[in-house]
């Protein structure tokens, strides 16, 4: 695949991973296309499954393919859908996932004629908790007596 030079680049690499969505239950393809800050890409779709809780967004797909092969630092990551009239965004819970890698990098969220709005991972999950607040001071509470 070519090299990412541009946001284009990394919203039509988005575009191109959604046509592997599968989404029988749903119908919304979701593509994402992760540039670690090596330059190597990591696409993911959207899994679904018959028991719907157990689904994986295209986002989480995309960051788990990455830290798999040992990248766990991450430049962008474009986000791509079949919606027309409006820009896709992540879900909560796929905001939580790129929020343990960063707050920093940039997130390009796309509509199928290739436009986007950039926007980072703090701005789309502000006052955020993350791994660094697993090391802040706490109160450590008594055990309960009986």
Excluded at 36 to 49: A, K, L, P, R, Y
Aim: charged share 25%; aromatic share 8%; net charge negative.
């Amino acid at each position: 695949m070519a090299e990412i030079k541009t946001p284009e680049d990394l919203v039509a690499r988005s575009q191109e991973a959604k046509k592997s969505a599968y989404c029988i239950y749903s119908n919304f393809r979701v593509g994402a296309a992760l540039l670690s800050t090596d330059g190597t890409v990591f696409t993911g779709c959207n899994v679904e499954n018959a028991c719907y809780n157990l689904g994986i967004c295209a986002e989480r797909t995309a960051i788990a393919k990455a830290v798999s092969e040992g990248h766990r630092d991450f430049n962008a990551i474009a986000i791509a859908s079949d919606m027309e009239d409006e820009y896709i965004s992540p879900c909560g819970g796929c905001r939580q996932f790129m929020r343990e890698f960063g707050l920093k990098w940039e997130v390009y969220l796309s509509k199928p004629d290739g436009s986007f709005m950039k926007t980072t991972v703090e701005e789309l999950l502000p006052n955020s908790f993350g791994p660094e607040d697993l090391k802040e001071k706490r109160i450590v509470q008594a055990e309960h007596s009986q």
